[in-house]
């Protein structure tokens, strides 16, 4: 049930940062609800590859490399759907940090309710 909640409120976060920010579209409820799994699928599987590829960038920039590594998950995420468009890296990497901060969010609401 818990991923089932946290699903739906990652797509609602994907159509908040649609809503905040012009540089970033989805289609629909639906779409939003794909690219959600979408991303948390290229989060589990393609992310630690990138990560371990881009350690020496990353340690040399104190980890501010993470963000681009997220912009370019996200910016990836939109062209494998076609109900999800982001218009170029500068709106990836805008959008990813949007959706980050709305997955903080979600995780510390999810996480207070099951105390």
């Given at each position: ?83 999800f468009h ?30």
């Amino acid at each position: 049930m818990r991923l089932i909640l946290k699903w739906v409120l990652s797509a609602l976060a994907l159509l908040m940062v649609t809503y905040l920010y012009g540089g970033v579209q989805i289609s629909g409820f639906g779409s939003a609800m794909i690219a959600a799994a979408v991303l948390a699928l290229l989060n589990v599987f393609v992310r630690p590859v990138l990560v371990l590829l881009t350690l020496p960038v990353t340690l040399i920039t104190l980890g501010l490399f993470l963000f681009v590594v997220n912009a370019l998950i996200f910016w990836m995420a939109s062209g494998l759907l076609p109900g999800f468009h982001v218009d170029g890296f500068w709106a990836a990497l805008f959008g990813s940090l949007l959706y980050s901060l709305f997955g903080v969010i979600i995780e510390a609401a999810i996480g207070a309710s099951r105390r």
